[in-house]
């Protein structure tokens, strides 16, 4: 747990919760501790909850992050309590599991959602088959939904190059993703930043909020 955070929901303090397991290897993993959905919890949820009970009238909302959170069955459970603690929620996603996603929407006042790349190129990211289609099926779900959200993607230079970097922005805004933040990949070996100003002001003009990351 991360008790307190001003970054990862957006205008609002909040806690972030990981939670463990994730169907997906990416290489450039930045919590791979949380991978593994059978180890034993750092934090059991009554606790967590206890502290968030602790808090109450000082936060805003609860970050569910992970791993990926959609894997846990007490997600809309877990939502739920924190609701009626009179705390907002907001979901970080990969969208890999779109039914589970479009039946938490209703419970979420806001999801970050993960775009890795296009679609084609997600299988040697993710190291599963087929993984682009989930992903991009879950972004369908949410825009279709329209709770309020941002879709981010960390771009890794050594897996696509810039031109694809800039279909992957076209193809989201055509799909009419309105807020779009581009992070730096700072695992170890990835290649230097590669993007010039033009390309930027290129990809900020398909987006009424576009917002550059970098460490």
Same mark, same amino acid.
């Given at each position: #747990?991360?008790? =307190? ?21 990416? $290489?450039?993993? +930045?919590?791979?501790?949380? &991978? ?9 949820? /009554? ?10 009238? &000082?936060?805003? $909302? ?11 069955? $007490?997600?809309?459970?877990? *939502? ?9 929620? %907001?979901?970080?996603? $990969?969208? #890999? ?10 419970? &979420? !006042? ?26 991009? !099926?879950? =972004?369908?779900? =949410?825009?279709?939904?329209? @709770? !309020? +959200? ?5 771009? +890794? ?8 970097? &800039? !279909? ?12 779009? %933040? ?9 290649? /230097? ?5 033009? +390309?930027?002001?290129? #990809?900020? %003009?398909?987006?009424?909020?576009? @917002? *550059?990351?970098?460490?």
């Amino acid at each position: #747990m991360t008790p =307190l955070t001003t970054i990862d929901f957006p205008g609002r303090l909040a806690a972030v919760l990981y939670c463990q397991g994730c169907p997906w290897r990416c $290489g450039y993993c +930045h919590n791979p501790e949380l &991978l593994d959905a059978i180890q034993p919890p750092s934090l059991p949820w /009554a606790q967590a909850l206890a502290f968030l009970e602790s808090r109450r009238g &000082l936060l805003d $909302g609860v970050v569910f992050s992970g791993g990926e959170p959609t894997l846990q069955a $007490g997600l809309g459970a877990a *939502l739920n309590a924190v609701h009626s603690l009179g705390l907002q929620t %907001a979901l970080h996603t $990969g969208g #890999m599991y779109p039914e589970r996603l479009a039946a938490l929407l209703p419970q &979420l !006042d806001w999801v970050g959602l993960d775009i890795k790349a296009l679609p084609q190129r997600y299988s040697a990211i993710t190291a599963t088959p087929g993984s682009g289609a989930r992903a991009w !099926d879950g =972004l369908e779900v =949410l825009l279709a939904y329209g @709770t !309020d +959200h941002e879709c981010r993607t960390t771009w +890794h230079a050594g897996l696509f190059g810039v031109d694809e970097l &800039l !279909d992957l922005a076209q193809a989201l805004a055509a799909r009419g993703v309105r807020r779009w %933040a581009l992070q730096e990949c700072r695992a170890p070996g990835a290649p /230097a930043w590669a993007l010039t100003t033009a +390309h930027q002001q290129q #990809m900020a %003009a398909w987006f009424p909020s576009f @917002t *550059l990351r970098r460490a």
